[in-house]
């Protein structure tokens, strides 16, 4: 079928089947691809506690969402070894009592294993995801996490994630995409003071190759949180083998979060094996400022005191 004129073929067909075993239009519903090896359950919250606990006794990536709040919709984003066992808990804890609907991802197949591993694969570039997209407001839980994946299972657990992305905005749940036409401009005037500083100096330039143009130095954040960086010409460089907090605090800015995301897309951070709150930086990365610098770091409102000049007779250790 062609619907439309000179549309170019973007990536593989795909065909979603929703499907309502119970009837109804927003009850229950189940997302499946045949070409996939993941699929997607809704149903609302109210019926949690009806759940068959042994048929989801699974590992799973979830996420809560509710009613809209300060203009925007509420997101929690989580994973579970036992996905029964996570929604008893969730059901039961009263500052979950703003959820009104449930969405979870699980395997399909014994074929191929959807462990808890993958469930947290999920979640991490799922979380980034929606910071990214900015549709729905993701709410605090526990920082997601960089599973250690086998590089030969990367593309598989890569094309499960761009399965589990589609089929959740299949599913109703729109916060992991970019509207069409791409994300929307952020507009410097109507930023507030805090985070003017952020977009006035410049662009973020990833993979530079800048000599230094002064000092040297280190940042510390959250005692496990290490850097080094140096100026260069109107630039502050942050250098290949610095720390990258996972975790976004929800008071870092739009920009700050937009920088963030690019860096995980772009395939600049790798894990650091045994770590779960950070990532390396793989190539120097050039900011406007040190301030600015210092918050896509950390991830935090942080300013440029974090960063302190390195003493060329002490080097830094850094911390595993």
Same mark, same amino acid.
Not at 50 to 55: D, G, I, N, T
Not at 123 to 132: E, G, P
Not at 170 to 199: I, R
């Given at each position: ?34 070409? #996939? ?13 009806? +759940? ?6 699974? %590992? ?20 579970? $070894? ?8 969730? +059901? ?18 014994? =074929? ?30 526990? %920082? &997601? ?12 657990? =890569? ?17 992991? =995409? ?70 976004? $605090? &929800? ?9 963030? #995301? ?7 951070? /790798? ?20 301030? /600015? ?28």
């Amino acid at each position: 079928m062609s619907y439309f004129k000179d549309t170019p073929l973007i990536s593989t067909r795909t065909t979603s089947h929703v499907h309502r075993p119970y009837g109804g239009i927003a009850d229950v519903r189940e997302i499946i691809d045949r070409a #996939a090896h993941v699929k997607v359950l809704v149903f609302p919250m109210s019926l949690g506690s009806r +759940l068959v606990a042994s048929e989801l006794a699974c %590992p799973a990536f979830y996420a809560m969402t509710g009613d809209v709040q300060d203009g925007s919709v509420p997101i929690y984003l989580g994973e579970t $070894n036992c996905f029964s066992r996570r929604l008893g808990e969730h +059901l039961a804890d009263p500052q979950k009592a703003w959820a009104r609907l449930m969405v979870v991802v699980r395997g399909t197949s014994k =074929e191929v294993r959807f462990t808890k591993e993958t469930a947290a694969y999920l979640q991490f570039w799922l979380t980034h995801a929606a910071d990214r997209c900015g549709v729905m407001k993701v709410v605090a839980g526990s %920082p &997601p996490r960089m599973p250690e994946i086998d590089p030969l299972d990367l593309p598989l657990h =890569e094309r499960m994630l761009e399965d589990a992305k589609r089929m959740l905005f299949d599913a109703g749940v729109t916060g992991f =995409e970019p509207p069409p036409g791409g994300m929307p401009q952020v507009d410097a005037p109507a930023l507030s003071p805090e985070t003017a500083d952020d977009v006035e100096s410049g662009p973020m330039e990833i993979d530079v190759h800048l000599a230094p143009g002064g000092a040297e130095f280190e940042l510390r954040y959250d005692e496990t949180i290490w850097a080094r960086g140096y100026p260069a010409n109107d630039r502050f460089v942050v250098a290949a083998g610095s720390d990258f907090r996972i975790a976004t $605090n &929800p008071s870092a800015s739009p920009v700050t979060r937009a920088r963030r #995301a690019a860096l995980f897309e772009a395939g600049v951070l /790798t894990p650091i094996p045994g770590a779960v709150d950070r990532m390396r930086i793989t190539v120097d990365i050039a900011f406007p400022s040190m301030a /600015t610098a210092a918050k896509a770091v950390c991830g935090a409102h942080v300013d440029s005191s974090k960063w302190r000049p390195v003493d060329p007779t002490q080097r830094p250790m850094m911390q595993l």
